[in-house]
T-cell receptor, first 116, second 116 residues
Framework: AQKITQTQPGMFVQEKEAVTLDCTYDTSDPSYGLFWYKQPSSGEMIFLIYQGSYDQQNATEGRYSLNFQKARKSANLVISASQLGDSAMYFC?????????????FGQGTRLTINP | DTEVTQTPKHLVMGMTNKKSLKCEQHMGHRAMYWYKQKAKKPPELMFVYSYEKLSINESVPSRFSPECPNSSLLNLHLHALQPEDSALYLC???????????????FGSGTGLTVV
């Protein structure tokens, strides 16, 4: 079974500051993928960044980076130079890397508010 | 075309009504998913279709009936719903074969359902 834990229900950050959203996970799968999604008030789940369990380097996508510490089972999202448009719900998610359609398991989410 | 389109965006229905939610993608993805999301909660998987066949049913009540007429289209038929079924219903798709790093699911914007 897989489990994702996001311990920060809400975070408030000043515009232009960096912010780290925490995510820890538990799984018995030998290979897995970790994802971060952003969900604004409009409802759409927007893919931000992906990290494979066997990837040697931490993933980066523009202002987003993933601080992956496999031994600690953590996959924190770092947003640099935050913007007002970053205010949204953020979900960490995981799925096993095996053939076929697989369930994506989500954490409880963190609501991020960027203050001007 | 790199998106998943869901219609309608909003739906209000009575407990005796029959309605359908529609989801369409033209990315060649062979796996499609229905998720239910209550307010301030993470999405919860309902159904998975792989190559147009139902592969996962997460013990969803029979008042929800999924259908996959072809590889691009996914429907969710609703009948005799309860007020507690009010939620955001998200559709998603993925490659479904192997695991292309970095892309996971593509989500639609969702249908906001209110049962009165």
């Amino acid at each position: 079974a897989q489990k994702i834990t996001q311990t920060q229900p809400g975070m408030f950050v000043q515009e232009k500051e960096a912010v780290t959203l925490d995510c820890t996970y538990d799984t018995s799968d030998p290979s897995y993928g970790l994802f971060w999604y952003k969900q604004p008030s409009s409802g759409e789940m927007i893919f931000l960044i992906y990290q494979g369990s066997y990837d040697q380097q931490n993933a980066t996508e523009g202002r987003y980076s993933l601080n992956f510490q496999k031994a600690r089972k953590s996959a924190n999202l770092v947003i640099s130079a935050s913007q007002l448009g970053d205010s949204a719900m953020y979900f960490c998610a995981m799925r096993p890397i095996i053939q076929g359609a697989q369930k994506l398991v989500f954490g409880q989410g963190t609501r991020l508010t960027i203050n001007p | 075309d790199t998106e998943v389109t869901q219609t309608p965006k909003h739906l209000v229905m009575g407990m005796t009504n029959k309605k359908s939610l529609k989801c369409e993608q033209h990315m060649g993805h062979r796996a499609m998913y229905w998720y239910k999301q209550k307010a301030k909660k993470p999405p919860e998987l309902m159904f998975v279709y792989s190559y147009e066949k139902l592969s996962i049913n997460e013990s969803v009540p029979s008042r929800f009936s999924p259908e996959c007429p072809n590889s691009s289209l996914l429907n969710l038929h609703l009948h005799a719903l309860q007020p507690e079924d009010s939620a955001l219903y998200l559709c998603a798709s993925s490659q479904g074969t192997g695991f292309p790093p970095g892309y996971g699911y593509t989500f639609g914007s969702g249908t906001g359902l209110t049962v009165v």
